[in-house]
């Protein structure tokens, strides 16, 4: 499985992004999708996660501001950011699991999108 993902980018605080993942490849083993994310401290923290049957798990940090979806046609997973923080700069990566909520050690993970936000 390839995750290639997308949409990052500078923004305001208060500001928004949408970020994008398409899974090519043996999709059929990813039956979760999501987002982690790696700030400063170089924590790769979880974001949101997505199964197949559409549950999910937020972090604190995100809830209310955040949103992810999945398109399981065109087998892509977004991340809706509103109300950006400072404190979410980061590097996004978007990852897939078997099992919700999809951990650490994931067999699947994208590249990488960097989340700046700043005035």
């Known amino acids: 499985v390839q995750l290639q993902a997308s949409g990052g980018g500078l923004v305001q605080p208060g500001g928004s992004l949408r970020l994008s993942c398409v899974a090519s490849?043996?999709?059929?083993?990813?039956?979760?999708m999501g987002w982690y994310r790696q700030g400063p401290s170089g924590h790769r923290d979880l974001v949101a996660t997505?199964?197949?049957?559409?549950?999910?798990t937020y972090a604190d940090s995100v809830k209310g501001r955040f949103t992810i979806s999945r398109d399981n046609i065109r087998h892509t997973v977004d991340l809706q950011m509103n109300s950006l923080k400072p404190e979410d700069t980061a590097i996004y990566y978007c990852?897939?699991?078997?099992?919700?909520?999809?951990?650490?050690?994931?067999?699947?993970w994208g590249q990488g999108t960097q989340v700046t936000v700043s005035s």
């Open positions: 990852v897939g699991d078997r099992a919700m909520p999809a951990s650490l050690r994931a067999p699947f």
């Open positions: 490849g043996n999709i059929f083993s990813t039956n979760v």
């Open positions: 997505m199964g197949n049957g559409g549950d999910t």
